[in-house]
T-cell receptor, first 116, second 115 residues
Framework: DGGITQSPKYLFRKEGQNVTLSCEQN?????MYWYRQDPGQGLRLIYY???????QKGDIAEGYSVSREKKESFPLTVTSAQKNPTAFYLC???????????????FGSGTRLTVV | AQSVTQPDIHITVSEGASLELRCNYS??????LFWYVQSPGQGLQLLLK??????LVQGIKGFEAEFKRSQSSFNLRKPSVHWSDAAEYFC?????????????FGKGTSLLVTP
């Protein structure tokens, strides 16, 4: 079955460490997105990529980095520069950037990151 | 930038009662609007979307939404709520920046269903 896989489901990080969240899709979608979700804040856009080897900052990119070397993969690194990284992270994809209007997103099931 | 506002943080309804979740958008032209639902600890599932045509849109799980330009609203409705509808609901609008397209989400409305 086609879909988006986020791993791991739960992740614990010590302060000062970098950590990478995985997002893989087999939907042949061109566009991929990372959102952060905090209680009462809704979803806030971190980074997005419309095509391979290209990505753009969203509203809250500081302290995060991404890469898009393959169409199927869009990993997110939470760096030590992110001051408050504890949150629920959601990855999404769409058939294309323009296709978001017609088809919306398909979401992964999320990764809950906790800093200990 | 295009944005949506969900005025209600929490809504409680009795099972079998009708439901209306509010969403207001800010955008000059006709917006592309979406409603998503999220169960605890899960990703989001698309309920329905609107971008043109009939202003009353039917979605999955018995939900519908009506686009009202005069009120800048896109409210989600269901005639009879089931206990399994308890979840977080998000309204979203398509935004276009110099870099491309993305969805901008409201802060969500948490639905509690009582027996």
């Amino acid at each position: 079955d086609g879909g988006i896989t986020q791993s791991p489901k739960y992740l614990f990080r010590k302060e000062g460490q970098n950590v990478t969240l995985s997002c893989e899709q087999n939907l042949n979608h061109d566009a991929m997105y990372w959102y952060r979700q905090d209680p009462g804040q809704g979803l806030r856009l971190i980074y997005y990529s419309q095509i391979v080897n290209d990505f753009q900052k969203g509203d809250i990119a500081e302290g995060y980095s991404v890469s898009r070397e393959k169409k199927e993969s869009f990993p997110l690194t939470v760096t030590s520069a992110q001051k408050n990284p504890t949150a629920f992270y959601l990855c999404a994809s769409s058939i294309s950037g323009q296709g978001v209007g017609d088809y919306g997103y398909t979401f992964g099931s999320g990764t809950r990151l906790t800093v200990v | 930038a295009q944005s949506v506002t969900q005025p209600d943080i929490h809504i409680t309804v009795s099972e079998g009662a009708s439901l209306e979740l509010r969403c207001n958008y800010s955008y000059g032209a006709t917006p592309y609007l979406f409603w998503y639902v999220q169960s605890p600890g899960q990703g989001l599932q698309l309920l329905l979307k609107y971008f043109s045509g009939d202003t009353l849109v039917q979605g999955i799980k018995g939900f519908e939404a009506e686009f009202k330009r005069s009120q800048s609203s896109f409210n989600l409705r269901k005639p009879s709520v089931h206990w399994s509808d308890a979840a977080e609901y998000f309204c979203a609008v398509l935004t276009l920046s110099n870099s491309g397209y993305a969805l901008n989400f409201g802060k969500g409305t948490s639905l509690l269903v009582t027996p």
